[in-house]
């Protein structure tokens, strides 16, 4: 399958600092979708990017779209004990199939 | 909540056994999602049905089946089970051609 490499693996960070994640990709994709997934739940969603280029905002967190199509950016401002978790990208393909392909997660642990 | 449910929370049962996880998606939904998540190969897609139909097929072993049901529920039946297919199992649904996928609570499947 499709290979979305994510770093960093691991952050730990102070509350109130500002995160950065990124995930790129060999394969172009149409659709970004950042998760976040606390131990024992499931990933729920955050943000969803649909154009190159496209910067959304959540709250804290913006999210870009990559102008290649290969790669998207998470950032988190302000970052409260609450932020602690696994955070994944996904993407899907332009080949219109609606499967997710994932990254291999960044977990983020916010000391308070 | 993600308005997905799955049942059953967890699940232990031994090697050669097989199992049945059921997923509803979120209502008015017609895309059902199914995800195997394990330590060593993360987040990976296997099966997708939209409206009774299968539409698309990842990583889904020989021994694992699904289908989905006239009221949109799903099944991912798992047979001949051996230790390795312990993992979480997550179920996510769409509308159909949207891109944003909900993801259920998952299924916890130990295999000893």
């Known amino acids: 399958g499709q290979q979305l490499n994510q770093s960093p693996q691991s952050m730990f960070i102070q509350e109130g600092e500002d995160v950065s994640m990124n995930c790129t990709s060999s394969?172009?994709?149409?659709?970004w979708l950042w998760y976040k997934q606390d131990p024992g739940e499931g990933p729920v969603l955050l943000i969803a990017?649909?154009?190159?280029?496209e910067l959304t905002s959540n709250g804290r967190l913006t999210a870009q779209f990559g102008i290649t199509r290969k790669d998207s950016f998470l950032n988190i401002s302000a970052s409260i004990p609450s932020d602690v978790g696994i955070y994944f990208c996904?993407?899907?393909?332009?080949?219109?199939?609606?499967?997710?392909?994932f990254g291999t997660g960044t977990r983020l642990t916010v000391i308070p | 909540d993600s308005g997905v449910t799955q049942t059953p929370k967890h699940l232990i049962t031994a090697t050669g056994q097989r199992v049945t996880l059921r997923c509803s998606p979120r209502?008015?939904?017609?895309?059902v999602y199914w995800y195997q998540q394990s330590l060593d190969q993360g987040l990976q897609f296997l099966i997708q049905?939209?409206?009774?139909?299968?539409?698309a097929k990842g990583n889904i072993l020989e021994r694992f089946s699904a289908q989905q049901f006239p009221d949109l529920h799903s099944e991912l039946n798992l047979s001949s089970l051996e230790l390795g297919d312990s993992a979480l199992y997550f179920c996510?649904?769409?509308?159909?051609?949207?891109?944003?996928?909900?993801f259920g609570p998952g299924t916890r499947l130990t295999v000893l």
């Open positions: 996510a649904s769409s509308k159909g051609g949207e891109r944003e996928q909900f």
């Open positions: 394969s172009i994709f149409n659709t």
């Open positions: 990017l649909y154009k190159a280029g």
């Open positions: 996904a993407g899907q393909l332009q080949t219109g199939a609606n499967n997710l392909f």
């Open positions: 209502s008015g939904d017609l895309s």
């Open positions: 049905y939209y409206n009774g139909e299968e539409r």
